[in-house]
């Protein structure tokens, strides 16, 4: 079964710390897709990144990276010098190959930076 | 912008109606998708349509329905409405194949609220 785990409920930080999102997925397929969306006040869902199960490369774009580690099955999202406008809902979510482009998501992390 | 668009953005009504939630995907996309979000559930995929054609269906419930035009547009029709289905509902689109490894952009939601 398709399982998004997003333990971190909400998180608290300053502005210009570092922040890390956590994301922890289970799939019996070999081949699936992860990615990670905002969604900020306004409501809208932003997409931020797709990873695909082959490719365990890390990505770095400006302050946003991101760590893949299939051995520990988790995908991880990390703001660098966090600023008051990346206060948001983050969602991982995961889609298989066996389910098709469904989306299963994760319950998402409440990031507030505060000033 | 996603270049996925939703209409109404609000949408206030009675339990035991009907109303019809209308997407417009990006250009060139040739899959739609409806998700609900609520506090409950969270983030649900309902309903995947390729091209005029159904192609995955999720936790869609029975007095839920829709449709994909051949002009690519999609309705979500909810009828006999229940308090508990207020919520966001959200509209995203992929293509051109509608497969697990595409992107899906989402729209900007519509919020629904059922008194």
């Known amino acids: 079964a398709q399982k998004v785990t997003q333990a971190q409920t909400e998180i608290s930080v300053v502005e210009k710390e570092d922040v890390t999102l956590d994301c922890v997925y289970e799939t019996r397929d070999t081949t699936y897709y992860l990615f990670w969306y905002k969604q900020p006040p306004s409501g809208e869902l932003v997409f931020l990144i797709r990873r695909n199960s082959f490719d365990e490369q890390n990505e770095i774009s400006g302050r946003y990276s991101w760590n893949f580690q299939k051995s520990t099955s988790s995908f991880n999202f990390t703001i660098t010098a966090s600023q008051v406008v990346d206060s948001a809902v983050y969602f991982c979510a995961l889609s298989e190959e066996e389910y098709g482009n469904k989306l299963v998501f994760g319950a998402g992390t409440i990031l507030r930076v505060k000033s | 912008d996603s270049g996925v668009t939703q209409t109404p953005k609000h949408l206030i009504t009675a339990t035991g109606q009907r109303v019809t939630l209308r997407c417009s995907p990006r250009s060139g996309d040739l899959s739609v998708y409806w998700y609900q979000q609520s506090l409950d559930q969270g983030l649900q995929f309902l309903i995947q349509y390729y091209n005029g054609e159904e192609r995955a269906k999720g936790n869609i419930l029975e007095r839920f329905s829709a449709q994909q035009f051949p002009d690519l547009h999609s309705e979500l029709n909810l009828s006999s409405l229940e308090l508990g289905d207020s919520a966001l509902y959200f509209c995203?689109?992929?293509?051109?194949?509608?497969?697990?490894?595409?992107?899906?952009?989402f729209g900007p939601g519509t919020r629904l609220l059922v008194l």
């Open positions: 995203a689109s992929s293509g051109p194949t509608g497969g697990e490894q595409e992107t899906q952009y």
